[in-house]
T-cell receptor
């Protein structure tokens, strides 16, 4: 069965520290898609990034970067020079699709707290 | 702003009652998804519709039902409510397809007393 594991339930850092959020996935598909979402205290879920299984290039967007390693089934997310506004719950997700439709399977989330 | 609109934002009701949650997808998106978020279960997929047809089903209780209308808005009906149904219910939309990110609404917080 497809599965996403975010082993870190909570992480607390001090502002300006770098922090990495881990995500490990399980899938039988040869082509699959991975996602990261952010849920700030206000509650909405915000899409951050999508990565497909045949593109292992790391991606950087400002202070955010993502490291996709197929060999270890991991898709880790690093925030550089963290800020208080980064405090949120972060979810990693895997696309599971059948012939007609599908869904995203989410990990349990990692709650990041950035203290001033 | 994701472009997905959910109403109402909050709902407080009693056990045994029935409620309807409404969702308008982003313009151009044909797929609608419903998720339930609770502290103990996390984000659980309930059901997916594509252009009016049910396409995928998760662990949706028989007391719950959904539909997508010709104008593509969707409703999630929850009946015979129990205390354990208290949760944040999200609607999401996408253009459809395995590689499409889901864009989530702000959710409806349901409290059953």
């Amino acid at each position: 069965a497809q599965k996403v594991t975010q082993a870190q339930t909570e992480i607390s850092v001090v502002e300006k520290e770098d922090v990495t959020l881990d995500c490990v996935y399980e899938t039988r598909d040869t082509t699959y898609y991975l996602f990261w979402y952010k849920q700030p205290p206000s509650g909405e879920l915000v899409f951050l990034i999508r990565r497909n299984s045949f593109d292992e290039q790391n991606e950087i967007s400002g202070r955010y970067s993502w490291n996709f390693q197929k060999s270890t089934s991991s898709f880790n997310f690093t925030i550089t020079a963290s800020q208080v506004v980064d405090s949120a719950v972060y979810f990693c997700a895997l696309s599971e699709w059948g012939n007609q439709g599908g869904k995203l399977i989410f990990g349990q989330g990692t709650e990041l707290s950035v203290k001033p | 702003d994701s472009g997905v609109t959910q109403t109402p934002k909050h709902l407080i009701t009693a056990t045994g009652q029935r409620v309807t949650l409404r969702c308008s997808p982003r313009s151009g998106d044909l797929s609608v998804y419903w998720y339930q978020q609770s502290l103990d279960q996390g984000l659980q997929f309930l059901i997916q519709y594509y252009n009016g047809e049910e396409r995928a089903k998760g662990n949706i209780l028989e007391r719950f039902s959904a539909q997508q209308f010709p104008d593509l808005h969707s409703e999630l009906n929850l009946s015979s409510l129990e205390l354990g149904d208290s949760a944040l219910y999200f609607c999401a939309s996408s253009v459809g397809g395995k590689n499409s990110p889901l864009h989530f609404g702000n959710g409806t917080r349901l409290t059953v007393t």
